[in-house]
């Protein structure tokens, strides 16, 4: 059974960091792509990271580009998510899932954690 369990949310303030991390199993971490997702109250989910199976390539959206950073650790089946300069409008749940593009045209492709609630807010 495949299982990707997401943790490291919380509520920080703005301009605060947090580091989410994605534990897996059940599956060959090092040969897939893996990335982060989010999704807003009352939005859709929007993918805002990536990174391929060797931590080669990445990906970020325009609202993440130069304040988060993807990372893996193969060793350890776990892909991070270090947020830095964190603003109110990154409030959301966090999920990390099992494709490089895990949401084409607004439905989920691949396997998906629980998700992790971040909340910034003073």
């Known amino acids: 059974e495949v299982q990707l369990v997401e943790s490291g949310g919380g509520l920080v303030q703005p301009g605060g960091s947090l580091r989410l991390s994605c534990t897996t199993s059940g599956l060959l971490f090092s040969s897939y792509d893996m990335s982060w997702a989010r999704q807003a109250p009352g939005k859709s989910l929007e993918w805002i990271s990536a990174?391929?199976?060797?931590?080669?390539?990445?990906y970020y959206a325009d609202s993440v580009k130069g304040r988060f950073t993807i990372s893996r650790d193969n060793a350890k089946n776990t892909v991070y998510l270090h947020m830095n300069s964190l603003k109110t409008d990154d409030t959301a749940v966090y999920y990390c899932?099992?494709?490089?593009?895990?949401?084409?045209?607004?439905?989920?492709?691949?396997?998906w954690g629980q998700g992790t609630q971040v909340t910034v807010s003073s």
């Open positions: 899932a099992t494709r490089w593009q895990p949401v084409i045209d607004g439905s989920t492709v691949g396997f």
């Open positions: 990174i391929d199976a060797g931590g080669s390539n990445t």
